[in-house]
């Protein structure tokens, strides 16, 4: 079992994966159709009491304002934060526009959001020797092209290539070789890891986790059996091993978010204010690729462990955040009174499909 992971560990290490990354995407298209915005703190979404931030300038996150935030407590931070509309039919057509442009140099394209991509260049379509003259050549096609900037990050798996992309933005790019690749991960702190939330990481740092070394010296079985299937993909992350495939064409089914509460919680009120970040990161993610789904799921882990989940379809795609919020909580509504405290709620929309499909659809909630 040891042999082969460590077979697959150095077959991992030959492959050369690029993850780009548009700087600032949605605000960076709005200040380059309109010049009066350049150089100016931007927010793209509703500036209403229910609006939240889509997307923010570089001007606009040095005042903290960032995405996901409501954009009462953004403006509070930049009194002069300017509001645009999102424009997705937009949004999307650029994209298409780059995507066209990794089309150039690779088939394997796994797209994660409208502005973001793994692309495995192990075998590249112009025959470029380094996969960090890959990366520049994109970057560079992709100014030409549409005038916005993207950043890029270089490495042997998707973990460190994503990692990487995040060290010299904006508009820079980073390569982490195989031998810098464990020592990489050692320093960072487990919160920085992809896949790693806030309830995670505070459970790590409560068993005395804090940085990748930290994880590193722990057993499999230990982690294992604190984080289940997950602590197996930590455990190897930790060590710079990432086997994942970038997966050409990937078709997602279903997207969900959950949390699990330092307190157990029975009072219907408590937990619809723990329901709201769940649902703004769902809707999030529809935002950004382009999906819609029919089906809504509650997940309850009670204080036993015990877990039930309760589904509703619609025979219409979700089409705002208020509609997912409203059959979200509806779903919650009809297991009240809760039989046992509950530890962990989840939501998730499944029965996705791709585009948005009508002009409705396109804006943000307010």
């Known amino acids: 079992m040891e042999d082969d992971d460590d077979q697959a560990a150095s077959a991992s290490r030959q492959r050369k994966i690029i993850h780009i990354d548009m700087d600032a995407f949605y605000a960076s298209v709005e200040q380059r159709d309109n010049p009066d915005l350049r150089g100016k703190p931007v927010a793209v979404g509703g ?11 570089y001007e606009a ?11 009462v407590t953004a403006k509070r931070q930049c009194p002069d934060l300017i509001f645009v509309k999102p424009r997705f039919e937009v949004y999307k057509a650029i994209s298409q526009q780059i995507r066209e442009i ?33 990366a520049l050549a994109i970057r560079a096609k992709i100014k030409e092209v549409t005038g916005l900037n993207a950043s890029a990050g270089v490495s042997y798996n998707k973990f460190l290539a994503k990692l990487a992309s995040d060290h010299r933005k ?54 294992q059996a604190n984080f289940g299937k ?31 509460f330092s307190t157990d919680l029975t009072d219907f009120n408590a937990m619809v204010v723990e329901l709201k970040p769940l649902i703004d990161k769902v809707w999030r993610y529809c935002e950004g690729a382009g999906d819609r789904g029919r089906t809504v799921t509650l997940k309850m882990k009670f204080h036993d462990f015990e877990i039930i989940t309760r589904s509703r379809s619609v ?10 919020e409203r059959l979200s909580v509806g779903l919650l509504q009809s297991e009240m009174p809760v039989p046992k405290p509950v530890r962990l709620l989840g939501i998730s929309l499944s029965a996705l499909h791709g585009e948005f499909q009508v002009e409705s659809q396109l804006g943000l909630p307010i």
Request: cysteine-free; overall charge neutral; charged content about 20%.
């Open 47 to 57: 500036s209403r009491e229910r609006g939240v931030v889509a997307a923010a300038s």
């Open 61 to 71: 996150r040095r005042f903290g304002v960032r995405s996901a935030m409501p954009s």
């Open 102 to 134: 990794f089309a150039e140099h690779t088939p394997i394209i796994e797209p994660l959001s409208l502005d973001e991509a793994y692309l495995d260049v192990t075998e590249n379509l112009q025959s470029i020797p380094l996969a960090r003259d890959v």
């Open 170 to 223: 904006p508009n820079g790019q980073y390569v982490i070789t195989p031998e810098m690749g464990p020592a990489f991960v050692e320093t960072l702190p487990v919160g920085k890891f992809h896949g790693i939330g806030p309830a995670t990481s505070a459970k790590m740092n409560a068993l005395g986790l804090y940085t990748g070394l930290d994880m590193r010296n722990q057993s499999l079985e230990f982690m």
């Open 230 to 260: 997950a602590g197996v993909y930590y455990y190897w992350i930790s060590r710079g091993v990432d086997n994942r495939e970038v997966r050409a064409d990937r078709i997602r089914k279903s997207v969900g978010a959950e949390n699990t």
């Open 315 to 324: 025979p219409i795609a979700v089409s705002s955040r208020s509609e997912l």
